[in-house]
């Protein structure tokens, strides 16, 4: 699936402006992680995933550009693996209000802000319960996106109940998005179960599960990538904002 560059940090700025004038005013912001994905995954797994996806809501909305990935996330619960690297939750949320000021400065109207990684998701939905302006949208609903996720494998015969990573989904994913980075003679059965995001950080994946992977990635194929992308940029689509038709002003800071 391909479609126009929509990515800030490919663009130009007359190209973003551009873009910007013929109504592009949406920002995707998307939180992942640098972290380890068991010993089949590359450790940019989350931030590729997460590219992906923000490129196909963005040709789907067709009024959005793509902030660059945020990354490394909340990954402490990774830590036990060598390559993981973690930053804290108040670091995660200076960097999207950062984001958020910059990119409000130079006319974007609307902002819509989701997770690849699953440790970020608490911070997202602190962002949320405190209040966010009008003109963000934050998905903070882990349930629901990783539902999205293992529902899609099911009618290919997989009923995993566990949070994924580097399971099946994930690595159906990569296959299709990356399939140069994935080693499926590597990979192996990890946690098998239901736990949940709480315990996974209290104790730490190395406590759970010795090669890193929550699921089973073993039969994964790209036909079941297209299907959990397709399902994930469904989810998120019925999250994002309706697009704002008004003229574009641009922001500028008051320099008194």
Request: one cysteine or more.
């Amino acid at each position: 699936m391909k479609g126009p560059e929509v990515r800030l940090e490919r663009l130009s700025w007359p190209e973003i402006k551009n873009a910007m004038a013929g109504g592009k005013t949406t920002a995707i912001i998307v939180a992942a992680a640098s972290e380890q994905h068991g010993p089949h995954l590359p450790e940019a797994t989350d931030a590729l995933l997460g590219e992906g996806l923000a490129l196909r809501l963005a040709w789907r909305l067709g009024n959005a550009l793509v902030a660059p990935i945020i990354r490394p996330g909340c990954s402490d619960h990774h830590l036990g693996f060598p390559g993981t690297i973690s930053i804290s939750p108040e670091l995660l949320t200076a960097i999207i209000n950062s984001y958020l000021e910059s990119l409000r400065r130079h006319g974007f109207r609307q902002f819509f802000v989701f997770s690849s990684h699953g440790g970020n998701f608490p911070v997202l939905a602190r962002l949320a319960d405190e209040g966010l302006p009008s003109d963000v949208i934050v998905v903070s609903d882990l349930a629901g996106f990783a539902g999205a996720m293992l529902g899609a494998l099911r009618p290919f015969g997989r009923e995993d109940k566990t949070i994924p990573h580097a399971d099946a989904s994930e690595t159906a994913e990569m296959l299709v998005l990356h399939p140069d980075l994935v080693h499926m003679e590597r990979a192996e059965k990890g946690y098998i179960g239901e736990i949940s995001l709480a315990e996974l950080q209290e104790r730490g994946l190395r406590a759970v599960t010795k090669n890193g992977v929550l699921g089973d990635p073993v039969g994964a194929t790209a036909e079941m990538g297209e299907a959990v992308l397709n399902a994930l940029v469904d989810f998120l689509a019925a999250h994002a904002p309706t697009p704002v038709t008004s003229p574009m002003t641009p922001v500028t800071r008051d320099s008194s």
